[in-house]
């Protein structure tokens, strides 16, 4: 294999998989490290910096971050970084004066955002401090979109989403509230310089099987949770079937627990392994005695005396291959079971019935924008996508991403640059040495097992609908689960010309990550490890030769606790800890280098 | 010296030996030796040497005198027996211990100060006895922790860090251990942990006194130009004689050997080591061959490492003094206290 080109941004980012599986790139073992050291409203700064809404984030991320952590690699459970996002945010001082200045003139360019939710409103945090002037329009007479209407109270108290939502309203948008957008052609007409769309995917996908239409009972998920978010629905019948097992229908099932339900149900037509539902959104519901029910796939709804009694069943069986693929599945029978309402929650679909379709904005086969993944543009010049509506539902943390991609093409095309001609990431790499055996983070292993966070009882939950299931993690909590952290960050970096072999590093490894051998190609050089690397997503990093022997350094990245004894134990300094930062541009970067074009890369602040 | 304690999390796929145990599980206390000590990495050998073998730490004892070699016992095997006794005294205290249980394994682990200048008569006499233990010397040509002074090991014309080359004859522990009948003799690199380890398992499996002298730099009194014990010198004029693959009763015989290169040595247990020559014209069941190559080589600057010498004829101390097999500690009382008739039997065969 070749030297590991490690001035490469992506190597050392990689090796932080908490923040490269983030699609914000949140730096979560620096916000971490900020927790333990009781720097909560840093820590709150380092999240708004990339994902800009760590209160609402540290309750209801997707949390990409925590299937990726090396932990759940090294022991069996990750750290439990989103909760300690909220840790920062709950503990936080008054930050507002840390926030994007505003300038006092606007730069005289006006853009329009189409939708309050997620995707707009970090668009206007982008561009509000470069002195856009900012429209948002919103169909309802709230803000928030999908996390104020599809997200239950108990999940996310609505006085956590107006704090950091206003945030960014209070740098001075212009919020149009109870002002849907039925033609996209009239907006266009008035003149703005750059249009953005972040209508979420609003269209919840019905279910078309016999009976369907014939009562008042059956509900669309995330219409009916939208409902119960306004108060126009206040109850529904003691035996509620949930159709379809996401994230939506755990939200349908609880929300129907604090309605009146008493037997709730939510019918899986697949085996569990196959659910769309998040694990803990699963045991969450679990936890309130919520029955999950497999292998019954819908066929038909049942009547008697015109009233909904039940839904019918097939009872299906599967054949799972070695790889876990599953197939389509055989019938072996079907069943009755009794419900008084039905809530629909299989799935959702953009909608766009606004867009005239001759204004030069394509639609694929589904009736989806043709949007570039890069610069979050659509085929018509000037109109931009972001969030649900540009690829289909994903989730909170992407719509952000997508938020800070489109600003930066907004403002580039405003300004009238190449919409490609992006900043790269940059890296800058510190040593963390501070004294003969003295690092500046803690590098000690921490064997603590990951805690749970609190719970309101069972009981006293279900008494009003906004009650926060949720505590968040007490002081003891979060002081222990901070340690948990492998600070990944801290990269292990080697400089081959100082290495005399003495094997000091191999030898105190505690997970076998470092050997030194012969090169060869990297098929052959992942079994010849002290500990074979079987991990083909985790790099190895790759030395140049050594002087005295012409072998080379080799460390699997995969287990890597980061404890820095490979540094410690290093007589001539070849091994080093140093903090990776990555440096990823934002909008006020892309401006600010527009005066200093030299400038690679984000801002480390 | 190490600040925080080798984590305790492993590899999840870390092997596990004939115990169930891990190479972890034979770890001993944290290094408080210079960070880049040779000696660290003998100790990481020892624990793979007696990890492979499925040694019980309890019937394994380690044994060693003053130094910065000495202090090895304690990195490796906590849950072992071990004495760390007066400086240079460790043959003498091992020669106690095995003389009261031979059942144990003995791995005594000096230095080139301990064994070669105050311990000398201690080295040499357990050589004498052919004495059942693994005798390892971490050779570093330096007193270490008096800083840097040349030890009886050093080389004529070997340059100390500071002050004027050493320009007395060293002692070779290798040519001494051949000339007293050592009964397996090796030499090694803690450099080199490939040919290391096989080597330490075939001394701990060897009945009789096996010694295994490891250049094991000093990274901070011996480890700059001119030294003839730095990394890169050993590197530099390393002379790979004879590898050495240890077999276990329980495996067969895999690989292929080259006939000529390949050397069967049946171990008094029923184990099989296979010595892999690299050097075809060499006997190492010859004691005057043995010399003549060391010297000849020695001579043209190469540090010869491998095994050098072996015998499995010859019998070790308890074999020849036709001690009981039972060890002391479980010898019925009367056996062990035949009382003052016996004594008086006995001092009569003497008069």
């Known amino acids: 294999m070749k030297p590991t080109d490690t001035s490469n941004p992506d190597y050392f980012h990689k090796v932080v998989d908490c923040q490269w599986g983030c699609p914000a790139h949140t730096d979560v073992p620096e916000y971490i490290r900020m927790i333990a050291q009781g720097r909560f409203s840093d820590a709150y700064m380092e999240n708004r910096k990339s994902n800009v809404f760590p209160g609402i984030l540290g309750r209801v991320c997707d949390r990409p971050c925590e299937p990726a952590c090396r932990r759940g690699r090294v022991e069996d459970k990750p750290v439990a970084i989103c909760r300690l996002k909220r840790v920062a945010a709950d503990n936080r001082d008054d930050i507002r004066d840390r926030l994007p200045k505003v300038p006092e003139k606007n730069n005289g360019k006006k853009v329009a955002l189409i939708g309050a939710g997620c995707a707009s409103l970090t668009v206007a945090n982008d561009l509000r401090p470069l002195g856009y002037d900012v429209t948002i329009f919103e169909a309802l007479d709230t803000t928030g979109g999908l996390m104020r209407t599809n997200i239950p109270q108990f999940r996310l108290p609505p006085d956590v989403l107006d704090e950091e939502i206003d945030y960014i309203l209070d740098m001075g948008v212009d919020l149009k509230l109870n002002h849907r957008i039925d033609s996209m052609k009239e907006l266009l007409d008035e003149g703005y310089d750059a249009v953005f769309v972040g209508t979420g995917a609003p269209k919840g996908k019905n279910l078309e099987i016999p009976g369907r239409y014939d009562s008042d009972r059956i509900h669309i998920g995330i219409e009916w949770l939208e409902s119960v978010a306004f108060e126009h629905v206040t109850e529904i019948g003691r035996n509620v079937l949930i159709i379809g097992v996401g994230n939506t229908a755990m939200d349908c099932c609880r929300t129907s627990l604090r309605l009146g339900a008493e037997n709730v149900k939510v019918m899986a037509r697949k085996p569990r392994g196959f659910f769309k539902a998040s694990e803990w959104e699963l045991e969450d519901a679990e936890e309130e005695n919520v029955e999950i029910i497999v292998n019954h796939s819908p066929k038909e709804f049942v009547y008697e005396d015109g009233k909904l009694v039940g839904m019918k069943f097939d009872l299906m069986e599967y054949n799972i291959d070695e790889q876990g693929g599953i197939d389509r599945g055989t019938s072996t029978g079907e069943v009755l079971i009794p419900c008084d309402d039905v809530v629909l929650a299989i799935g959702q679909d953009n909608a766009f019935p606004w867009i005239e379709r001759d204004l030069g904005i394509e639609f694929d086969k589904w009736e989806c924008p043709v949007v570039d993944e890069e610069t979050m543009m659509c085929t018509r010049e000037g109109v931009f996508f972001g969030g649900d509506s540009a690829f289909g539902p994903k989730n909170i943390i992407w719509a952000v991403e997508h938020g800070h991609q489109a600003a930066i093409s907004m403002h580039k095309y405003c300004q009238g640059e190449d919409l490609r001609d992006r900043l790269p990431d940059g890296l800058n790499l510190i040593s963390q040495k501070m004294g003969m055996h003295e690092w500046s983070y803690s590098n000690d292993y921490d064997v603590a097992s990951r805690r749970l966070v609190p719970h309101v009882g069972l009981k006293e939950r279900f008494q009003k609908l906004d009650i926060e299931v949720e505590l968040g993690f007490t002081a003891e909590q979060a002081a222990k689960e901070v340690e948990r952290c492998l600070n990944c960050d801290i990269q292990t970096v080697f400089t081959a010309k100082l290495c005399i072999e003495c094997d000091a590093c191999i030898d105190i490894c505690p997970v076998n990550c470092l050997t030194i051998t012969h090169n060869g190609e990297e098929d052959d050089l992942r079994t010849r490890l002290k500990a074979p690397a079987l991990n083909p997503d985790q790099a190895l990093y790759v030395s140049e030769d050594l002087p005295q022997t012409q072998r080379v350094m080799v460390k699997d990245e995969d287990l890597c606790v980061h404890c820095g004894l490979c540094a410690e134990r290093c007589p001539t300094g070849a091994w080093d800890m140093q903090k990776s930062r990555i440096l990823i541009p934002y909008a006020v970067d892309e401006a600010a280098s527009d005066q200093q074009p030299a400038a690679a890369g984000g801002s480390a602040k | ?351």
């Open chain 2, 1 to 351: 010296m190490t600040y925080i304690a080798k984590p305790k999390v492993a590899h999840p796929s870390l092997p596990r030996n004939e115990l169930g145990l891990t190479t972890r599980d034979y770890e001993g206390a944290v290094s408080t030796l210079c960070a880049g000590c040779g000696h660290d990495s003998v100790t990481a050998a020892l624990i793979q040497a007696v990890f492979e073998l499925d040694i019980e730490p309890h019937m394994l004892a380690k044994m060693s005198g003053i130094g910065c070699s000495s202090k090895t016992p304690a990195y490796f095997v906590s849950q072992a027996h071990g004495f760390n006794s007066v400086h240079g005294r460790m043959p003498s205290v091992t020669t106690g211990a095995n003389a009261a249980n031979r059942h144990m394994t003995y791995i005594g682990v000096s230095g080139d100060g301990d064994s070669l200048s105050i311990g000398a008569g201690q080295f040499v006499h357990a050589i004498r006895r052919n004495l059942n233990m693994c005798y390892i010397i971490e050779n570093n040509g330096v007193y270490g922790l008096t800083k840097g002074q040349f030890s009886a090991s050093a080389d004529i014309g070997s340059l100390p860090k500071k002050g004027l080359p050493n320009q007395q004859e060293p002692i070779d522990p290798v040519s001494t251990a051949l000339s007293l009948g050592a009964t397996y003799i090796a030499r090694s690199f803690s450099g080199d942990k490939e040919q290391l380890v096989p080597l330490i398992k075939g001394a701990i499996m060897h009945s009789g006194f096996a010694l295994v002298d490891v250049i094991s730099p000093c990274v901070t009194f011996n480890d700059h130009e001119g030294s003839t014990k730095s990394y890169s010198h050993t590197r530099e004029h390393y002379n790979h004689v004879i590898d050495v693959d240890y077999i276990q009763p329980s495996e067969e015989i895999k690989a292929s050997y080259k006939q000529g290169e390949a050397m069967p040595v049946h171990l008094h247990g029923g184990d099989t080591i296979i010595l892999r020559k690299l050097d075809r014209d060499y006997d190492p069941t010859s004691r005057a061959d043995a010399f003549k190559y060391l010297r000849d080589r020695f001579n043209a600057g190469e540090i010869t490492t491998g095994l050098l010498y072996v015998n499995e004829a010859r019998e070790e101390m308890h074999e020849l003094m036709q001690n009981t097999d039972t060890p002391l500690g479980q010898l019925p009382y009367e056996d062990l206290h035949p009382g003052s008739e016996e004594l008086q039997k006995l001092q009569g065969r003497y008069r």
